[in-house]
């Protein structure tokens, strides 16, 4: 099993920035893939940012040229950097993992990201 441990989020105002971290333990498998998802309050779970043990990352159009994810692998975190947000960027983010090798898939408990105009 994994475990994921979500920090940062809160609150910011519109044109600020904030940072998000999880850290990830357990059975990590050498080949997978860590990535952040958000789901505002009456919408499905989307994808943000996701990127693999290789180093390929993969935006949302909405995250295109404002967020910016990395991972440390030698700490298995993984991180998301937000800029120049906007009040539609609010909901609450989940880290995800994926295992490649058999499709494990495991999430972070979320931390809500609040954007006021």
């Known amino acids: 099993q994994v475990q994921l441990v979500e920090s940062g989020g809160g609150l910011v105002q519109a044109g600020g920035s904030l940072s998000l971290s999880c850290a990830v333990s357990?059975?990590?498998?050498?080949?997978?893939?860590m990535g952040w998802y958000r789901q505002a309050a009456g919408k499905r779970r989307e994808l943000v940012a996701t990127?693999?043990?290789?180093?390929?990352?993969r935006y949302a159009d909405s995250a295109k040229g404002r967020f910016t994810i990395s991972r440390d692998n030698a700490k298995n975190t993984v991180y998301l950097q937000m800029n120049s947000l906007k009040p539609e960027d609010t909901a609450v983010y989940y880290c995800?993992?994926?295992?490649?090798?058999?499709?494990?898939?495991?999430w972070g408990q979320g931390t809500q990201v609040t954007v006021s105009s």
């Open positions: 990127i693999t043990s290789g180093g390929i990352t």
């Open positions: 357990g059975s990590i498998g050498s080949i997978n893939a």
């Open positions: 995800n993992y994926l295992h490649y090798t058999n499709g494990y898939n495991a």
